[in-house]
């Protein structure tokens, strides 16, 4: 049996453009994808920290170096310009993978700077 798991994620990005005629839908600098794993074309989830929005899209590739992270076409409604959001691509695992499996983890600055990354999330205490 296969089950989901999170694969890689860019963590607090921030969309620095919301292009709604334009063909596509999530254009990420080829830099970032390269540290996180990711792939033209790959499904994604998008969470914007700012208002809540949750959708499902694929990436396109931006400019190398470039720190772009662009909603296109329907997603360019989902944020603005500005707006922090957790980008997450999810893979399915059989059992003896799971045990082995550490996501890719990628923490940007506001800027689209990588500022560290990781294999672990700590573990949330009680407040």
């Not at 400019?63 to 772009?68: F, R």
């Not at 923490?107 to 999330?121: A, K, V």
Request: proline share 1%.
């Amino acid at each position: 049996m296969l089950s989901t798991f999170l694969k890689s994620k860019l963590h607090m990005g921030s969309v620095t453009n919301a292009e709604l005629l334009y063909d596509g839908s999530c254009a990420i600098d080829v830099n970032l994808l390269a540290s996180a794993g990711m792939s033209e074309f790959e499904q994604i989830d998008i969470y914007n920290v700012n208002n809540g929005e949750r959708f499902t899209t694929y990436i396109i590739l931006a400019e190398a170096g470039s720190g772009i992270i662009s909603m296109n076409g329907a997603a360019a409604r989902k944020c603005q310009v500005g707006d922090r959001i957790i980008i997450a691509a999810y893979s399915q695992l059989d059992a003896q993978e799971q045990r082995s499996h550490k996501p890719r983890l990628v923490y940007l600055d506001q800027d689209n700077r990588i500022e560290r990354s990781s294999h672990d999330i700590a573990t949330q205490l009680a407040g």
